[in-house]
C-alpha cells in the first residue's frame, strides 16, 4: 500500500520563521536604518545661522554671451559660521541657473543647484562644510562662477 505524504510541522514552524524575520528586518529598516541615514548632522549654531550673508549678483544684460561679467562677484569665498549663507540676486530680465560643475550635496543642506531663477527672484543656499564649487547657468554656459568654502574664524 502506497503512503500519501503528509504535511510536517517542521514546515509550518519555518514558514512562521521566515514571516516573523521578515517583519523584523522591515521593522528595523524603518524605524532605525532610514531615520539615521536621513538625519542631518549636529552642527554649531554659529554655521546654521551666520551673522552675515553673501550676496551674489546676476547683473542686467548676462544674457548677452559678450558682456564679460554676469555673476557679480565672479568668484566669492564665504567662511563657515560668518556668511556661509549665499543668496544670488537674477536682476536681469532672463531667467537664469545656477549649476554646480559636478554634483553636490551639503550634508545639512541637501543638493546645491537652483531652477530656474526668475528676474528679480533670489535662491537661497547654506553652506555647512568645505568645499571649492565652480558652477554656471545651465541655460547660459559663458555665464560662470566659482563659490570656495572656507573655515570661519568663529569654527576653526
Same mark, same amino acid.
Not at 3 to 19: D, F, W
Given at each position: 500500500?502506497? !503512503?500519501?505524504?503528509? !504535511? !510536517?510541522?517542521?514546515?509550518?514552524?519555518?514558514?512562521?520563521?521566515?514571516?516573523?524575520?521578515?517583519?523584523?528586518?522591515?521593522?528595523? $529598516?524603518?524605524?532605525?536604518?532610514?531615520?539615521?541615514?536621513?538625519?542631518?548632522?549636529?552642527?554649531?549654531?554659529?554655521?546654521?545661522?551666520?551673522?552675515? /550673508?553673501?550676496?551674489?549678483?546676476?547683473?542686467?544684460?548676462?544674457?548677452?554671451?559678450?558682456?564679460?561679467?554676469?555673476?557679480?562677484?565672479?568668484?566669492?569665498?564665504?567662511?563657515?559660521?560668518?556668511?556661509?549663507?549665499?543668496?544670488?540676486?537674477?536682476?536681469?530680465?532672463?531667467?537664469?541657473?545656477?549649476?554646480?560643475?559636478?554634483?553636490?550635496?551639503?550634508?545639512?543642506?541637501?543638493?546645491?543647484?537652483?531652477?530656474?531663477?526668475?528676474?528679480?527672484?533670489? $535662491?537661497?543656499?547654506?553652506?555647512?562644510?568645505? /568645499?571649492?564649487?565652480? $558652477?554656471?547657468?545651465?541655460?547660459?554656459?559663458?555665464?560662470?562662477?566659482?563659490?570656495?568654502?572656507?573655515?570661519?574664524?568663529? /569654527?576653526?
Amino acid at each position: 500500500m502506497l !503512503s500519501i505524504p503528509t !504535511s !510536517s510541522h517542521a514546515y509550518g514552524i519555518g514558514l512562521v520563521a521566515v514571516i516573523i524575520g521578515a517583519a523584523i528586518g522591515i521593522g528595523y $529598516y524603518q524605524l532605525y536604518y532610514i531615520p539615521e541615514y536621513n538625519a542631518k548632522p549636529i552642527l554649531p549654531d554659529k554655521v546654521i545661522h551666520p551673522g552675515q /550673508t553673501t550676496q551674489i549678483t546676476i547683473i542686467t544684460g548676462s544674457v548677452n554671451q559678450d558682456q564679460q561679467q554676469n555673476f557679480v562677484p565672479k568668484k566669492q569665498e564665504v567662511q563657515l559660521g560668518v556668511d556661509n549663507l549665499v543668496v544670488w540676486t537674477n536682476q536681469d530680465t532672463a531667467a537664469h541657473y545656477v549649476t554646480p560643475d559636478s554634483s553636490f550635496k551639503d550634508a545639512y543642506s541637501g543638493d546645491f543647484g537652483s531652477d530656474a531663477i526668475m528676474p528679480g527672484k533670489t $535662491y537661497t543656499f547654506l553652506f555647512t562644510q568645505e /568645499t571649492k564649487i565652480p $558652477y554656471y547657468c545651465q541655460v547660459h554656459p559663458w555665464m560662470k562662477g566659482e563659490i570656495d568654502i572656507v573655515p570661519g574664524a568663529l /569654527t576653526s
